[in-house]
């Protein structure tokens, strides 16, 4: 009789037969997983470094604010106006952590792994920017909520601040959609943490740079309303014009006032979900390409 040609050993392995949770539970735990990541939880000490600080620096404004209302009865700060003055610190944010939820899955080549699982690849991009969108809104969202109770408290005369509170958390989701989509979009195309913060910086710096050397060049020259629209390129301030002027009536947080009516207002608006259609776009392409390899 000829050997045996192979042997299959029983190792212990037993079939799974609990409860199957499916395709929205994974998706889900993928967005919890990666907005713990972003503020560094479950990670490395060092890695929660800058989410901390920087949510610090978000609350100091905040909670100087209070500290003027209580002591000199006096408003330092408007909450439509937050956004803008701590854009560069938004910015830092975006650009040191949007890296975190794309790199490390494109670098070591995980993706085929999980979409192996029923989780779809729009179901991967969604989970994605869900962590990176709530993490931003919190950023913003959580300093206004303490300047609002601050306020109730100190009771400033006046005019009830719910409004403007409101008003201002409004902005604060459309500031977190708009730049986690431009962010993640941006830092998707590299797997290197290290190009990917510095090209999201990149991108802030340059918007910035350009919409406030052309708005001055243009107000120079007396043109208001060119001014107005250069000012804009800055995704911060096209916000501030589409959301919190143009479809609330707040004042503006801009040196220059913004273009005004109906047809200005429709193609800020126009603009802003421009932006974050093309952003999703590139992203599932660059993630389409990447799960094919």
């Not at 708009?178 to 910086?201: E, H, K, M, Y």
């Amino acid at each position: 009789m000829s050997e045996p040609t192979g042997v299959i050993h029983d190792i212990g392995y037993r079939h799974y037969d609990g409860v199957r949770l499916g395709r929205r539970h994974a998706t889900v735990a993928l967005a919890v997983h990666s907005l713990r990541g972003v503020f560094g939880l479950g990670r490395t000490a060092r890695a929660k470094i800058i989410p901390f600080l920087i949510v610090g620096a978000m609350m100091l404004p905040a909670v100087v604010s209070i500290a003027v209302m209580a002591l000199l009865r006096q408003s330092v700060m408007t909450y439509t106006s937050y956004g803008v003055t701590m854009q560069a610190v938004l910015a830092v944010f975006l650009a040191s952590q949007s890296p975190y939820a794309v790199a490390p899955d494109l670098r070591f080549r995980v993706l085929p792994l999980y979409l192996s699982r029923p989780v779809t690849l729009w179901d991967y991009v969604g989970a994605k920017l869900a962590a990176m969108v709530t993490a931003m809104f919190l950023l913003l969202a959580v300093p206004l909520t303490v300047l609002y109770i601050g306020e109730l408290v100190v009771d400033m005369p006046g005019s009830s601040p719910t409004g403007n509170y409101l008003t201002a958390m409004a902005g604060a989701f459309v500031y977190a959609l708009l730049l986690s989509c431009v962010g993640v979009a941006i830092a998707s195309f590299t797997p290197r943490r290290g190009l990917g913060v510095a090209s999201v910086i990149a991108f802030y710096l340059l918007t910035s740079a350009v919409s406030t050397l052309v708005s001055a060049t243009m107000e120079s020259v007396n043109n208001y309303t060119a001014s107005g629209w250069a000012l804009m390129i800055n995704p911060f301030f096209l916000v501030d014009a589409a959301v919190h002027v143009g479809i609330f009536g707040a004042a503006p947080s801009s040196p220059v006032v913004y273009p005004s009516g109906g047809g200005a207002v429709a193609l800020q608006s126009l603009v802003v979900v421009a932006l974050i259609a093309l952003s999703v776009i590139a992203l599932v392409t660059r993630y389409r390409k990447a799960a094919a390899r």
